[in-house]
Every structure is written in structure tokens, then in C-alpha cells.
T-cell receptor
């Protein structure tokens, strides 16, 4: 597609359940980022994929969070045993490669844990 | 760890006023971007600056990259209600992940 696509756009889940969030980056973009944003706040870095290199997971808040990127394209962010504090908008972005750092964002997935 | 601090955090002004938002770091960046985010949307790129001292203009918005490439400013002339949003600066130093600033929430009152 022309832009970064995220699904679902909204997700309501019960506390303790697992959720999967999906990101389709712009075709050809080798760098992919996941961020978390609480209401009206800045972006909290979660994880970064660059080509075939090992991902930078330094922003993942706990071992309940994990992400993978298959075939250098689609990425899935998984949150296990969700907690209410996980409620936020999860944003995915991609960029062409590390030398060109302009990032293009999806519209995000709004996760609500009840 | 690269940190980008933005100031002010919040700004509420009347339509027609001018304003400046600052983005500061102790790290040197090879490039720096400014994004605007509206409610319910992802951030949208406004501009990229790469050269120390560079100034770029986008209609009523003027972006400047510091000489040492550690800081940047965004100046808006005659603000309009359509300028309302969250402004984010972001930078990268070579083959590292993009670091985002803390954000400045701007409200322009008609």
C-alpha cells in the first residue's frame, strides 16, 4: 500500500488476555519502529527493526511485550497477560533505511484493557 | 542514550500570535525532523534538517537547525487554529534508531 497500515485500529481486551497488533510498513522500507503513546503524551520507544540486524528491544517495558518482523516486512507486536496500564495507542512507523531517518507513521492501534 | 527535550510542553495562544518551540539535546544528530500530530492520527513529517545552521521555511513555519546540530527550533508566524496539534522533534545520529522529543502541545484559540 501507499502508507503504513496498522490493524486493528481499535482493540478492547480483558485484563490478562493476550493481544497481537499488526503493522504493514511501506514497501521497501527496511527500518520499522514501534512506539507507545499515552493520551496526549509524547512517543515512548518500544522496539526497532533494521533490515536483518538483531532488533533493538531496549524500549520494551517488560517481558510481556515482544515483537517480530517476518521477511523484513510485516511486524507483529504481542502483549501477553495484558494489564490496564498497557492501555495506550500503539504506533508503528517505517523508514527507508538508517541513513534516511524520516519516519512514516500508521494511524495507530488504540488498545483499551478493561 | 540520546535525549531530546522540548519546550514548552504546553502552549495556548490566540490566533495571529507568533510562537517558538525548542528542541534541545546534548547529543549531535546527523539529521533532525519535525512532526505534527493531530488527535487520532499518527505524526506527520513536516521537515528534515541536516546541515548545521540550516533554515527551512514551510509557509508560516520556520525551522532552524543549530550550528552544532544539537538543537533546533520551530517558529510559527501568525498562528492559525489549524496549527493546533502535538509537535514532535526527532533525531538520529547515524545508524541508530530515531529518538523522539517529549512533544509540545499547541492550542491556537480562534
Amino acid at each position: 500500500g501507499a502508507g503504513v497500515s496498522q490493524s486493528p485500529s481499535n482493540k478492547v481486551t480483558e485484563k490478562g488476555k493476550d493481544v497481537e497488533l499488526r503493522c504493514d510498513p511501506i514497501s521497501g522500507h527496511t527500518a520499522l519502529y514501534w512506539y507507545r503513546q499515552s493520551l496526549g503524551q509524547g512517543l515512548e520507544f518500544l522496539i526497532y527493526f533494521q533490515g536483518n540486524s538483531a532488533p533493538d528491544k531496549s524500549g520494551l517495558p517488560s517481558d510481556r511485550f515482544s515483537a517480530e518482523r517476518t521477511g523484513g516486512s510485516v511486524s507483529t507486536l504481542t502483549i501477553q497477560r495484558t494489564q490496564q496500564e498497557d492501555s495506550a495507542v500503539y504506533l508503528c512507523a517505517s523508514s527507508l533505511y538508517w541513513g534516511r531517518t524520516e519516519a512514516f507513521f500508521g494511524q495507530g492501534t488504540r488498545l483499551t484493557v478493561v | 542514550t540520546q535525549l531530546l527535550e522540548q519546550s514548552p510542553q504546553f502552549l495556548s495562544i490566540q490566533e495571529g500570535e507568533n510562537l517558538t518551540v525548542y528542541c534541545n539535546s546534548s547529543s549531535v544528530f546527523s539529521s533532525l525532523q519535525w512532526y505534527r500530530q493531530e488527535p487520532g492520527e499518527g505524526p506527520v513529517l513536516l521537515v528534515t534538517v541536516v546541515t548545521g545552521g540550516e533554515v527551512k521555511k514551510l509557509k508560516r513555519l520556520t525551522f532552524q537547525f543549530g550550528d552544532a546540530r544539537k538543537d533546533s527550533s520551530l517558529h510559527i508566524t501568525a498562528a492559525q487554529p489549524g496549527d493546533t496539534g502535538l509537535y514532535l522533534c526527532a533525531g538520529s545520529a547515524g545508524p541508530q534508531k530515531v529518538t523522539f522529543g517529549t512533544g509540545t502541545k499547541l492550542q491556537v484559540i480562534p
